[in-house]
């Protein structure tokens, strides 16, 4: 992005903002081919755009995973970094702007968005607040836990993780702030294409309990949609958020190496293979990004075989590729059937009390007026979902006949004591009543932003296909837009599990277990994201609403992972070569060698790079490949009490080049008095042949 053209459109931008104020199947040849070219020729920029990529990598080691809340989870090394795509969109016209954040995380909680936002306040001033700043999760279940600051979702990670927290906050800053020191002037325009072999319905049984009318929108209950919403600055594509509905669980329960999952590696296909974005080099400027966003995926699971890592293949790392590839190759598909968006960009936002919420009779099942109650998990809840596999109970059982004799005796004992209760939470035995123990949070944030005639709707729940419908018909109805134009961001702003219809609800599996507040808690939200869509017609502000309370001074630090002191193997110093590579590799060979290492987690090495490929050039060492890369990964392992040993390894490509190459490992140790200092190692050097 040299040319004369483009320094010109930065410079207009620069005056605009100033205006504003503070402020094993691969990417098919297709796709690949002239990443960023496209017949569109440059036109009137309606808006001002930017976008931004930082590094939001926890604890590799010793960590929690969050997701299938299961304590044998427990983080051992880097298959790929995550990260956070930022994208602020402005209108030049009324100075408005809103800030779209995909993290590649398990959820978004309230702790991460109340720091986020304290933290752009003391950097912004009033530019970026509750109101126009959504932020959003992958929710890959392989990345690090305990960034929670309620007291149920750290369960599995032994406490709170401050580390991981703030890697998590920090990088969204960060990306934020990239996104807003790139803003220049651009066009927006909406894509769709269908996607059929990527996801399938993991609760069929409760989906076709909804009416025909619903189901007829999604043949054999899938959500095949994907939708991409485009950025052109002077002709050129230079960013993208898709959102398409798959749960970001191709990695099982069984995999302990932090990963991004079938979303991160869609976003490394069009980022790092399609466009070259060096993640190193490229932070502050990274060319293009792309941001593979959720939508209504509560009941649509990657493992087309509706087992555990079985689907496409019986292969986790496989399986994340090609679900990733077929997401990312159904966006690029999609690029040239587009309209182009135009108008301002609004946003409204209101937290809502779902523990008790009144819902009007327009928007509950029989019409008649309807109350949600305190958050309470049933007993399905614990069976796990079985099709996605994780943190579940042999004692507990999906569906009617499942569940366990004793929950469902104590539940009717609630309920012959409290027929509100009964009412409200309907035919649920209730396992855990995790609203009045305090143990997760029920002021919960609903989000509106409007692009153009584009409407986003900010959920804070895993929302099924026929509940995104409903909620998609509400805002479209209330703004009066055809329902195209309405599309729901799940995992946005806080958590609260997840979202089913009330006929869903009935059917007692998973889901409908997890939908804490009781069988209203659908329409309760349809009431609330529609009164926000009316008063954003109208012009009319929202009241923010209540907020729970500060948690942060009341979190237990976890001593899962603690370092107190690291120490070479017995006769070795850091960074010696425990185990070499082999003399010579062929493409589609690992090649692996083992340095004496130390605990990981005594620097996150955030922008950077626990571990280089390189090769050899005229030149001197080429770095190839990294941690951030699919290529390679980093198993980390405990040896006797303080040692490490820290094995890389390094799929060799089909592609690549015939020569002579090299592994390095760059780690932190630290000392009994808690100094950490820099350590290295480099393998001998291996050759690469051709097959």
Known sequence: MTSVTWRTATAVALVAV???????????????????????????????????????????????????????????????????????????????????????????????????LAKLEQRFGETYTERNVMLTATHTHAAPGGFSHHTLYNVTTLGYHGKTFRALVDGIVASIERADADLAPAELSLSTSELTNANVNRSKTAFDRNPDADKAYFPGGVDTRSTTLQVHRDGELDGVINWFPVHATSMSTDNTLVSPDNKGYAEYAWERIASGVDYVEDSHDPGFVASFAQTNSGDMSPNLNLRPSDGPTTDQFENTKIIGTRTYDAARRGLDDDRELSGGVDSRIVYVDLADTTVRPEFTPDGKPHSTCPAALGAAFAAGSTEDGGGGLPIFKEGKDGGNPAVAAISEALYTASPALRACQGSKEILLPVGPLDMVQQKLPVQLVRIGDFYLVGMPAEVTVV?????????????????????VQGYANAYAHYLTTPEEYDAKEYEGASTLFGRYELPAFMQTAADLGAAMRDGVDVPLGEKERDRSAGQFPSLQGAVVADAPPLGKGYGDVLTAPAATYRPGEQASVTFAGAHPNNDLHHGGSYLTVERRTAEGWERIADDGDWSTKLHWKRYGVAASKVTITWDVPDDVAAGSYRIRYFGDARSLLGSIRSISGTSPTFSVVGR
């Open 18 to 116: 100033a205006a504003l104020g503070p402020a094993t199947s691969s990417p098919s040849a297709s796709a690949t081919t002239a990443p960023h070219a496209t017949d569109r020729q440059a036109g009137s920029a309606d808006y001002l755009v930017g976008r931004g990529i930082a590094d939001v990598t926890g604890e590799v080691a010793e960590a929690g995973m969050m997701g299938y809340a299961d304590l044998g989870q427990v983080s051992s090394g880097l298959h790929m970094r995550q990260r956070a795509r930022a994208f602020v969109i402005a209108d030049p016209e009324s100075g408005e702007r809103v800030v779209h954040v995909l993290a590649d995380a398990g959820m978004i909680f309230q702790s991460v968005r109340d720091a986020v």
């Open 467 to 487: 509940s995104g419908l409903r909620l998609r018909q509400a805002v479209a109805e209330a703004v009066g837009t055809d329902i195209d134009h309405v599309l």
